[in-house]
C-alpha cells in the first residue's frame, strides 16, 4: 500500500523488503537476511562475507575499502533479528511491511533495528554514487541475536580474530527513537542483572505460627528491594537533568513456591530485573543485594541468573576526536541532540568493553518510542532524512584526519 498518486522512493522499497524477511525470535530467518545483504553488497559494490560465531547465527560483514585502509576503521553495527509479535495486536501483517496513506512504514524492525541498517546501505549508495572515496575503511555488520541478548552474536565476534582484522577506530550502534525534534544519542548504558533469591525455611499446617519460615524472609527481601527502588525513582524525580539511565531500576518479575493453600512452603523464590547505571559502582550494587540475603537469615542464597560487569562510557569532550567529528556534523545539520545512558542493553556494550569507543544513535525525532510495541511503525519521511544524516556523518568519520 502506497500513498496515492505520489512514487515511493527505491531506498524505501528496499527498506520494506528488508522488513519483510521474518527474523522474528526465537526461529529467526538469517538465511534470507544473509542473501538479501549479499545483494545488497553486490548491487553497491561492497565486499561480502559472513563470519559465524555460534552456529546458524551469521554475521554479515560488509566492508568499503579506505584509500588509507592502515588508519583505524569505522565499524557501522545493526542486528538483523527482532522480537516476537502478537499479530491479533496489530493493524497491518507484521511481516508484510504495510505503508499507510500517511507514509508510516508498519513491520516489527522498523525501528528496532532493521531502519538504521538500511540507512547505513543507503547512505553509502549515494556517497558511492558522487564517487566519494574514503580515507579510513568502513565496515557495515549485521549480527544475530542481539535481541536475547547477543550471547551467539556481538559478544563471541569481538573476541574474534575476523573481529580484531577489521581495526575498528569508532562504531555506531543503535538509539531509540524520540517524540520530540532531538536526537537520542547514547554513550553508555545500564547494566542487566537477574537476581534470584532462593529461600528455605520451615514448613508445616497453614493454620499455625510457624516459625522461621520462607515466607518472612522473602517478604524481608522484597520490602528491602522495593524501599530501594522508591527510593531510585524518587532520585529520578527529584532532578530534571536526570534520565532513566542515570539510576538503576528494581523490578520484581517472578515468584515461584507453595504447593497447596493449607501447606506452609519450605521453598520459595523470587527475581528481580536489575539495571544498574554506570553511576553505581557494580561491588556497592551487589553487596547491598548479598546483604538482603544475610540479613533476611539462614537459608536464603542468590543465583545470579545474568549478571553483566560492563560500565563503560564513551567520552563526550574534546577527548575524543569522534565525538568531536560527530556532533559537529549534527551541529552543522541544526540537529539537537540530547545525550543520555542507554536505559537498556544493545550490543554497543560488547564494543565499548573492548575498547571501541561507541555512540549508540538512531536517527527518529518526532517519532512515538514503539520498540518491541504493538504496531511499529517508521515514517518514510524521519526515514529519508535519516538516510541523509547518516550520508554526512559517515563521509566525516571516514575523512576523519
Request: glycine share 8%; with cysteine.
Amino acid at each position: 500500500m502506497a500513498q496515492a498518486g505520489i512514487p515511493e522512493s527505491q531506498a524505501v522499497g528496499r527498506f520494506r523488503k528488508y522488513l519483510q524477511i521474518c527474523t522474528v525470535q526465537p526461529t529467526p530467518d538469517y538465511d534470507g537476511a544473509m542473501k538479501f545483504l549479499e545483494a545488497e553488497a553486490k548491487e553497491i559494490g561492497l565486499k561480502f562475507k559472513t563470519v559465524v560465531a555460534h552456529p546458524g547465527c551469521p554475521i554479515a560483514v560488509l566492508t568499503w575499502q579506505g584509500s588509507e585502509p592502515s588508519l583505524p576503521s569505522i565499524l557501522l553495527n545493526s542486528h538483523t533479528d527482532v522480537v516476537p509479535v502478537y499479530p491479533d495486536k496489530w493493524k497491518y501483517d507484521p511481516f508484510a511491511a504495510v505503508k499507510d496513506e500517511n507514509g508510516d512504514i508498519y513491520a516489527r524492525g522498523a525501528q528496532d533495528m532493521k531502519c538504521v541498517g538500511s540507512q547505513y546501505l543507503e547512505a553509502i549508495r549515494v556517497l558511492k554514487g558522487r564517487s566519494f572515496q574514503p580515507k579510513r575503511t568502513v565496515h557495515l555488520s549485521f549480527v544475530p541475536d542481539e535481541e536475547v541478548g547477543g550471547l551467539k552474536g556481538m559478544m563471541p565476534f569481538v573476541k574474534m580474530d575476523e573481529f580484531k582484522q577489521l581495526n575498528v577506530g569508532f562504531a555506531l550502534d543503535e538509539g531509540l527513537a524520540n517524540p520530540t525534534d532531538e536526537f537520542k544519542v547514547y554513550y553508555g548504558e545500564r547494566a542487566p542483572w537477574w537476581v534470584n533469591f532462593k529461600i528455605t525455611g520451615n514448613p508445616g499446617h497453614g493454620s499455625q505460627f510457624i516459625q522461621n519460615t520462607a515466607a518472612e524472609k522473602l517478604v524481608k527481601i522484597i520490602n528491602w528491594a522495593m524501599e530501594f527502588r522508591q527510593k531510585e525513582k524518587s532520585k529520578l524525580l527529584a532532578d530534571p537533568s536526570l534520565t532513566l539511565g542515570d539510576v538503576t531500576t528494581v523490578n520484581l518479575t517472578m515468584m515461584k513456591g507453595g504447593v497447596q493453600p493449607n501447606v506452609v512452603p519450605s521453598d520459595l523464590s523470587v527475581v528481580f530485573d536489575v539495571r544498574v547505571t554506570p553511576r553505581e559502582k557494580l561491588a556497592n550494587f551487589k553487596a547491598m543485594v548479598e546483604g538482603w540475603a544475610r540479613d533476611a537469615g539462614e537459608g536464603v542464597s542468590i543465583e545470579y541468573l545474568q549478571s553483566c560487569d560492563i560500565q563503560h562510557t564513551t567520552a563526550l569532550n574534546d577527548t575524543n576526536p569522534w565525538w568531536v567529528t560527530f556532533s559537529k556534523t549534527c551541529a552543522d545539520q541544526n540537529l539537537k541532540l540530547k545525550c543520555e545512558i542507554f536505559p537498556a542493553a544493545t550490543d554497543g556494550r560488547y564494543l565499548r568493553e573492548v575498547g571501541i569507543p561507541t555512540l549508540g544513535f538512531s536517527p527518529m525525532n518526532n517519532t512515538p518510542v514503539l520498540l518491541h510495541d504493538h504496531n511499529e511503525f517508521l515514517n518514510e519521511k524521519i526515514f529519508i532524512k535519516g538516510i541523509e544524516i547518516y550520508t554526512r556523518i559517515i563521509s566525516n568519520l571516514a575523512n576523519q584526519k
